[in-house]
């Protein structure tokens, strides 16, 4: 932004807010209104906590706004895709405490080809050292490893990419510590056993170290499955990321070869 940008004020905001007319567009919610002006203001160190009617703002709306205070047109379109097209959110499958499950989804500026489903594909298999299976279902297009799956689904406003796993062994592992744990204490318990004799025999050693067992293989496990959780999420928008870079131009003339 040029050094001479006039400041942006909220009373000014404000004041236009109030007098815009309300349309059937998609409408922008004040938690995005106040994203879309601090992403166009942020070159010059500009800040604003913006805020916008119960009903939400279009995009119009918004560059309206902009302009009437100095941002332009394209600013404020640039900032509102970019928080427009966030990966939607998807908690983690979560059980008995562990993460089992991940997923992430992306919707696509458009309708992806051939040739770029084959991008996306190739980007898939090495990201995760899988070549996996591609099967198409209709309009959607699935590639599958295992418990890895990745979509290209249409959407009623587009495309979307989106992408799941769970851990397999994760539930199986959780059950076999958390018995041994268990075990470990009830036979402890029955056994009578105190600080006099901790150690001493072998019918209180072994229930001992059976329950530390348990308790280090689920220790462990959470760590395992809080790290793999991570590392999938990374991986996912990473690629989630490049394929909505690859669909941002337009689209190539293949007419009838497009997919969905």
Partial sequence: MDRGFPHVRMSAILALLSEIRLTDERKYQEDEVSEIFERATSDDGT??????????????ELQEVGREVGLSPDRIAAAAAAVGT???SHPRKIWLGNPVGVGRAVDLPRAATDREWQVILADLRQ???AHGRVEPHGETHTWHNGNLHAFLEPTESGTRLRMSTQKGGSKETTIMGAGALA???VLLVTSGLDAATFGATFETLLPALMAIGGGGVLVGNYVRLRNWAARRERQMEAIAGRARELLSGASPNEGPSSLP
């Fill in 86 to 88: 966030r990966l939607p």
């Fill in 47 to 60: 800040s604003l906590p913006a805020r916008s009617p119960d009903e939400g703002l279009t995009l119009g």
């Fill in 183 to 185: 075990v470990g204490l």
């Fill in 127 to 129: 990201t995760f050292h």
